[in-house]
């Protein structure tokens, strides 16, 4: 039954593989929880769960759950919170379904969790970023192959710098979601839905040079970005090694404990505002579908606002305080 909701969403509702392989790991764990067992096949799949057993599952069930995660696995309200969203969307689907009789989660009350504010990149790690490419780029003493990867991953930091793209996104790209002649990029976000993006003509004669050496290497591949496996074959890029060049090159630069390509999203999306976007403009172009998810960044730029202010009211600009007048 549980592998059934699963091939809803990812099938019906477009759900991403990512959320989709979060609810099964969520739902898996409920299983061992109960004592059912780890239903998880070798295929990756959930075995059959017996109607019986789902309708014998009752709120003290999911409440004891919820506390053992807390107590024993020491998972944060966020994380309790989001297995319990998963199984709230199960009992949703197996009531239309006619698979049980009541949705035993619609009176368990979540843990409250606090939103934590994205981290981003200065602008000056941003510029630092591009020099340091631009000089390796300049002065490369490899081959083909090596300048090839250089070229790439230069274009993956701007790329996810300027558009604000998802790593999922990014890695879905294909040759003909790329428009070099209009500038602009075509994404499917979540749930396949489509986005365009436009792109400066700096990133699209980077775009250019990165195809060309490309070329050099591999015809016609599956994907837009590729990297080579250990055959020496040409193959599909994945989230780890995109990950792994993020990670390395924005280490580079960034004292931030955290280097991953989801920080360029953030930090996509906090340049914008900081330069005067509206926040709808900002919130089409990350594809959010809700304005509340995209109004965290306008807490990152408070900053911003406070130092504008203060250089700007007449009454804020670190005037002295008139002296009294001696009698």
Known sequence: MIQHFLDYIAIERKYSPRT???????????????GWGDPLTDEGILAPVSEEKIRGIGEDDVKTWMLEMVEKQKQSPRSVKRRLSALRSFYKWALRQGLVNRDITRRIISPKADKPLPVFFRETEMEAAEKNYELKIKNYEGG?????????????????????????????????????????????????????????????????????????????????????????????????????????????????????????????ATAMLDNGADIRTIQALLGHASLSTTQVYTHTTFDQIKRVYMATHPRAKGQSKPEKQEK
Do not use: W
């Not at 083909?144 to 274009?155: N, Q």
């Not at 986005?195 to 700096?202: D, N």
């Open 20 to 34: 989709v392989e979060a609810y099964r790991d969520d739902l898996r764990d409920l299983c061992r929880f109960l």
């Open 144 to 268: 083909a192959d090596d300048i090839f990867g250089a070229l790439r991953d230069a274009l993956i930091i701007e790329m996810l710098y300027q558009t604000g793209m998802r790593q999922a996104e990014l890695l879905g790209l294909t040759d003909s979601d790329i428009d070099l002649a209009q500038g602009q990029i075509r994404v499917f976000g979540k749930r396949r839905k489509e986005r365009v993006i436009p792109v400066g003509e700096g990133l699209v004669a980077q775009i250019r040079d990165y195809l060309e050496e490309r070329e050099r290497l591999i015809p016609a591949p599956q994907t837009f970005f590729v990297k080579q496996n250990r055959a020496g074959e040409m193959v599909p890029m994945t989230k780890n090694t995109l990950y792994t060049i993020v990670r390395t090159r924005m280490g580079e630069v960034s004292t931030l404990k955290k280097h991953s390509p989801h920080v360029l999203r953030h930090t996509f």
